[in-house]
């Protein structure tokens, strides 16, 4: 079935450690995006990709970093830069770029990757 | 910031109509409404969207008021299972992220 997977579900990390969530799309969608999601909050978009080896810093992009060197994959780095990375990480995938220009800006969205920092 | 207000939380009876309203006055005319829901733990799922026209499809409907400055999302039967947060969200179709506000949350009870 096509959709979007996140891996891993859970995730704890060390202060002073980075951690990498993984994002695979077999949906053939260009545009790629990672939220951030506190509780009880809305989400806030971290990077995006509108195409391979392209990507632009989202709202809070501060101590993550991401790659999109395949297009079925969009990766983030949680750094230990990042002063608070105890969050739900949510990734996202839409048709050419629809999420950010013209299109029905349908967005879909995996799973989420839960990490806490100890 | 996001561009629309909507109540923090609702509740609605099993069976009955749910609706939940949006205010969106400073929204401009190249701007499109849309609707995602989000259930506990999971990512959200879109729904619905529209720019003038009230529009519908299998999950729920749109209604979008004349000056495009509120719309209501309806579920016509709501059930336990659409207990969540609804997000309103307006965009620009040429350009603009989705940018999601806290949304409402909605109760189904029996």
């Known amino acids: 079935d096509g959709g979007i997977t996140q891996s891993p579900k859970y995730l704890f990390r060390k202060e002073g450690q980075n951690v990498t969530l993984s994002c695979e799309q077999n949906?053939?969608?260009?545009?790629m995006y990672w939220y951030r999601q506190d509780p009880g909050q809305g989400l806030r978009l971290i990077y995006y990709?509108?195409?391979?080896?392209?990507?632009q810093k989202g709202d809070i992009a501060e101590g993550y970093s991401v790659s999109r060197e395949k297009k079925e994959s969009f990766p983030l780095t949680v750094t230990s830069a990042q002063k608070n990375p105890t969050a739900f990480y949510l990734c996202?995938?839409?048709?050419?770029?629809?999420?950010?220009?013209?299109?029905?800006?349908?967005?879909?969205f995996g799973e989420g990757s839960r990490l806490t920092v100890l | 910031d996001a561009k629309t207000t909507q109540p923090t939380s609702m509740d609605c009876a099993e069976g009955r109509a749910a609706n939940l309203p949006c205010n969106h006055s400073?929204?401009?005319?190249?701007?499109?409404v849309y609707w995602y829901r989000q259930i506990h733990s999971q990512g959200p799922q879109y729904i619905i969207h529209?720019?003038?026209n009230n529009e519908t499809n299998e999950m729920a409907s749109l209604i979008i008021t004349e000056d495009r400055k509120s719309s209501t999302l309806i579920l016509p039967h709501a059930t336990l299972r659409d207990t969540a947060v609804y997000y309103c969200?307006?965009?620009?179709?040429?350009?603009?992220?989705?940018?999601f506000g806290k949304g409402t949350k909605l109760s189904v009870k029996p």
């Open positions: 996202a995938s839409s048709t050419s770029a629809s999420g950010l220009g013209v299109g029905t800006g349908e967005l879909f």
């Open positions: 949906l053939n969608h260009d545009a």
């Open positions: 990709s509108q195409i391979v080896n392209d990507f």
């Open positions: 400073t929204i401009s005319g190249n701007e499109y």
């Open positions: 529209g720019l003038k």
């Open positions: 969200i307006v965009r620009s179709g040429s350009q603009g992220n989705l940018i």
